[in-house]
């Protein structure tokens, strides 16, 4: 039974995902709707980072806000993304065992 | 671009991703071995839904007894965000149709901002997102196997901790552009506060939805700031 689940599952993630491939490219966008949709993943960004940062780790937000910003000022001078990944998951790991909030 | 260039970037590109899904992927394992999944489920869905908020809903769900076509639609609510990534992606991607039967499979939201934001100079290529996106899925795949086989040695609050990681990769994506441009900034603060408005004034909502209306409604301010000048 739960392999019907994981099917509707399936069809009502990728469809979604798929249809907009299939038509897209087809239909001219007018220049303001082109100006739109590059917006689109600065605007996404903004909503992933905020307020959801705050329970990225269970029950400690001022840690991982405080990661988060740190994250935020190491990509001033850092351009590689792995190591800013890696930077933020080391200073949680480091401050959750030094019993910071 | 030479085919080893796109693959490399590929490469690159994807290993943020796949570290940052590495620890939710186990954590999504945990809960879903502990809701009562088997391994066989927990792998599964992972492989054939990949949506990582839906899959963490739908575990819930299954363990408080909701009917299955609700988790459907609640999947379906949650997931259509990424109709509008796609939208964006498809018109940077130049694929016939049976690739983009695949490539669209890998749309997420972190593939989504990477490609977007970390194309090369001469743009997204076919290959590359393929390469990302398969770096991605593979350790979401792998991560939620692990999680669901290892369940009971795992220390949860060292796996909890990583849980840092994606918001990492995000604002590692956003600051330098943020930087260069001040109308994406602009954008994305304002972005961030509606979505926390919305969650605070309107907590039923789901946050698929959030996300949808923080990233139309405040995209469209794009359309009105002054000059941003074509590079896409």
């Known amino acids: 039974m739960i392999w019907l689940l994981l099917a509707g599952m399936f069809l009502v993630t990728y469809l979604p995902r798929l249809a907009p491939f299939l038509f897209a490219r087809e239909i001219r966008l007018p220049a303001w709707v082109q100006k739109w949709l590059k917006f689109f993943p600065y605007a996404a960004l903004g909503a992933l980072i905020f307020p959801g940062i705050l329970t990225a780790v269970p029950g400690r937000p001022g840690l991982a806000a405080g990661a988060g910003v740190i994250a935020a000022i190491c ?6 993304i792995t190591v800013i990944v890696v930077l933020a998951i080391a200073v949680v790991l480091l401050l959750q065992n030094l019993g910071i909030p | 671009m030479k ?14 991703i796949a570290l940052g899904y590495l620890p939710v992927a186990v954590t999504f394992g945990i809960l879903a071995r502990q809701s009562g999944l088997s391994v066989a489920a927990v792998t599964g869905m992972s492989a054939w839904v990949y949506a990582g908020a839906s899959q963490f809903l739908a575990v ?5 007894g909701v009917t299955f076509s609700e988790i459907v639609l609640a999947t379906f609510i949650l997931n259509f965000r990424h109709f509008l990534m796609s939208t964006a992606l498809a018109r940077k991607l130049e694929v016939s149709k049976p690739s983009a039967a695949v490539l669209s499979y890998g749309v997420t939201d972190e593939t989504f901002v990477v490609a ?10 076919a290959l590359g997102f393929f390469t990302m996106a398969l770096m991605a899925y593979l350790a979401w795949l792998s991560g939620s196997f692990a999680g669901g086989v290892f369940a009971d040695y795992i220390p949860v609050a060292i796996v ?3 849980g ?5 990769l995000f604002i590692a994506l956003l600051v330098p552009s943020a930087r260069k441009t001040w109308q994406f900034a602009i ?4 972005s961030a506060l509606v979505a926390w408005a919305l969650s605070k004034l309107l907590p039923n909502l789901s946050e698929g939805w959030t ?10 301010l794009g359309i009105v700031l002054p000059g941003v000048e074509d590079r896409s």
Not at chain 2, 60 to 64: D, E, L
Not at chain 2, 164 to 168: K, N, Q, V
Not at chain 2, 211 to 220: D, E, R, Y
Request: proline content about 4%; hydrophobic content about 50%; charged content about 10%.
């Open chain 2, 187 to 190: 954008v994305a603060v304002i």
């Open chain 2, 3 to 16: 085919r080893s260039e796109r693959i490399r970037w590929g490469l690159s590109n994807g290993l943020p």
């Open chain 2, 160 to 162: 909890n901790g990583m």
């Open chain 2, 60 to 64: 819930k769900m299954i363990a408080s």
């Open chain 1, 75 to 80: 990509s001033l001078f850092i351009r590689n």
């Open chain 2, 116 to 125: 977007s934001i970390h194309a090369n100079p001469e743009g997204l290529t």
């Open chain 2, 164 to 168: 840092i990681g994606l918001y990492a």
């Open chain 2, 211 to 220: 996300l949808v209306a923080a990233t139309l409604g405040v995209s469209a």
